[in-house]
């Protein structure tokens, strides 16, 4: 009978080892370019066609879930967006509240709203902006 606890015992050990075995190291896959570079803080956007944005109107853009919002010059704007591989992105139809603001903040209003629904792409360049690229060469141009 002496040996029933010494069999338990070496059994205890020998699955505490197997425990500490190393596995196989689990399938990896190369890093995202699906939008990680987007989330986090709000992006306070500088130029919008190539035209610097009107001074103090807070204009920016936040990247959060699949979730795009922001404040485009008068009104905050909110929709969805799917970002892909090759740095490919795909902006919803954007809602935004309705305030009426002096023409100036609404002609850049209307001019950004028109330009996120033609983007396709995105890029961080050198300095970390975020350009956001339309086909046709527009841009929207933002930092953190």
Do not use: H
């Not at 990896?28 to 001074?55: C, D, N, R």
């Not at 919002?69 to 799917?82: K, Q």
């Amino acid at each position: 009978m002496p040996r029933m606890p010494f069999t338990a015992a070496i059994i205890a050990v020998a699955a505490g080892l197997a425990a500490c075995a190393p596995t196989e190291a689990p399938m990896t896959k190369p890093a995202p370019t699906s939008g990680a570079a987007l989330a986090g803080a709000e992006w306070q956007i500088a130029e919008i066609g190539g035209v610097p944005v009107l001074p103090n109107v807070p204009v920016t853009i936040k990247f959060e879930d699949g979730r795009v919002f922001g404040a485009g010059s008068c009104n905050r704007f909110m929709g969805g967006y799917e970002a892909g591989a090759a740095f490919t992105i795909k902006l919803g139809q954007m809602a935004s509240t309705m305030m009426a603001c002096p023409e100036p903040q609404m002609a850049q209003e209307q001019k950004l709203l028109a330009l996120l629904g033609d983007v396709n792409s995105y890029s961080i360049d050198a300095s970390g902006a975020l350009v956001l690229k339309a086909p046709d060469g527009r841009t929207v141009k933002a930092r953190r």
